[in-house]
């Protein structure tokens, strides 16, 4: 059998044992529906409450001129008027007092409870100075068209200009390293699980007795991989299917390249830390024994989110910069620049050749140790030992 056939009839085992296992479906519905609820529970709360409905009671023909004025601005400040008209002032301080109404117009001013709302408050003093203005003007003589003119000149023109991706771009950098770190550290640990799974139950002798080690490794990584993809998609699917139509969230206009950059940078990502997972979990027999061997790889993942978060207010200060050339932190880091719109070009394309050549030289360190030590049992090996075995 050619080893490109290996490769591949490894890796689909691997799919279709994911996709046909109970835990793997049961964890993909988990996930998508806390998305949908999180999503749904978004939408809900972030609904427009509409204006504020306030009860204003009005005494006097003054006091229902400034009404009438206030009608007409009220949309502007947020609030919806209901009036009740009272016999006198006495009456409408008197609806205050049994908190009937939120405030009252009187001929000496406004009645309000403590602590008024101050929208109400800004809308009925400019409407009382619009009204008195009016008076005003118009005992000095100038006609109606005049007074309009007067008290509403013309608006200031409103204009807008491009500008960066600004909270956008930092909510789509943030959920972009997020997706990543939890993908790539629970693919990465499905691949440790796998690979310590067989050599504990001897059932690698039987598989390295028909393909070589390498072509199982590959196989191996391929199949977890591909089957991470689809979790991801569907996942990802359940949130924006919920979400798009309802209209409530507002994507900035690098989503799609940053999307893209996401899906670049998690296989990339995955192939890196996956061979270290690959590797390092060959180095044990027993399941309770790999978390010391991956733990290591754990730290450097951890360390790449943090520096993802940390360069969130700054995608082009020197921890960011340093971080889009190495390695274990670029695939966090470069997508969240990217929707921040501070990546350059050239920048992008020297973090991907670093990102492959390091990804070569990981797949051949862990492709030596793999080959090494997966048919060793028993005491864990030490790191010594297992550096040794790049020289032999």
């Known amino acids: 059998m050619r080893a ?72 502007e400040y947020g609030i919806r008027l209901e009036v009740e008209r009272a016999a006198d002032p006495r009456a409408a301080l008197a609806l205050v007092r049994d908190e009937s109404v939120d405030a009252a117009l009187v001929p000496a001013g ?53 500008v960066g991706e600004g909270e ?26 796998s690979v310590v799974s067989e050599k504990s139950s001897r059932v690698v002798e039987v598989i390295l007795s028909a393909i ?4 199982l490794l590959g196989g191996k990584v391929l ?40 899906l670049v940078y998690f296989v990339l990502g995955y192939l890196f830390y996956g061979c270290l997972f690959a590797a390092s979990a060959s180095l044990v027999s027993r399941q309770e024994d790999a978390q010391s061997t991956t733990s290591p790889i754990l730290i450097v993942a951890i360390a790449g989110y943090i520096a993802s978060t940390a360069t969130l207010g700054n995608p082009s200060g020197t921890l960011a910069q340093l971080g889009t050339y190495l390695p274990p932190l670029a695939p966090m880091v470069v997508p969240g620049r990217a929707a921040q719109g501070a990546l ?23 492709g030596r140790i793999y080959q090494r030590s997966v048919l060793r049992f028993g005491t864990p090996m030490k790191l010594r030992e297992a550096l040794s075995l790049l020289r032999s």
């Open 4 to 75: 490109r056939d290996s490769v591949r009839l490894i890796a689909r085992r691997e799919f279709d044992e994911g996709i046909g296992s109970r835990a793997w479906r049961a964890s993909v519905a988990i996930q998508v529906l806390v998305v949908a609820a999180i999503v749904v529970v978004s939408i809900v709360t972030s609904g427009e409450d509409g204006p504020s409905e306030r009860k204003l009671a009005v005494a006097g023909p003054q006091a229902a001129a400034v009404e009438q004025k206030a009608r007409g601005s009220q949309d």
């Open 110 to 162: 406004i009645v309000a409870a403590e602590d008024p709302d101050p929208a109400l408050i800004a809308l009925l003093r400019s409407s009382a100075r619009v009204v008195e203005g009016e008076a005003r003007l118009e005992s000095a003589g100038l006609s109606p068209a005049e007074r309009e003119a007067a008290l509403e000149p013309p608006p200031l023109q409103l204009a807008e200009v491009e």
């Open 168 to 193: 956008g771009g930092e909510g789509l950098a943030f959920i972009g390293g997020l997706f990543l770190y939890i993908a790539i550290l629970s693919f990465g640990y499905a691949i440790a699980s």
């Open 212 to 215: 070589r080690p390498l072509e």
């Open 223 to 262: 199949g977890v991989g591909l089957l991470g993809l689809l979790q991801l998609a569907l996942i990802a699917a359940a949130g924006l299917l919920i979400a798009l139509p309802s209209g409530t969230i507002s994507l900035p206009e690098s989503t799609p390249e940053t999307l893209a950059l996401v």
């Open 344 to 366: 350059p070009g050239w920048e992008l394309a020297l973090s991907l050749l670093i990102m492959v050549a390091s990804i070569l030289l990981v797949m051949w360190i862990a």
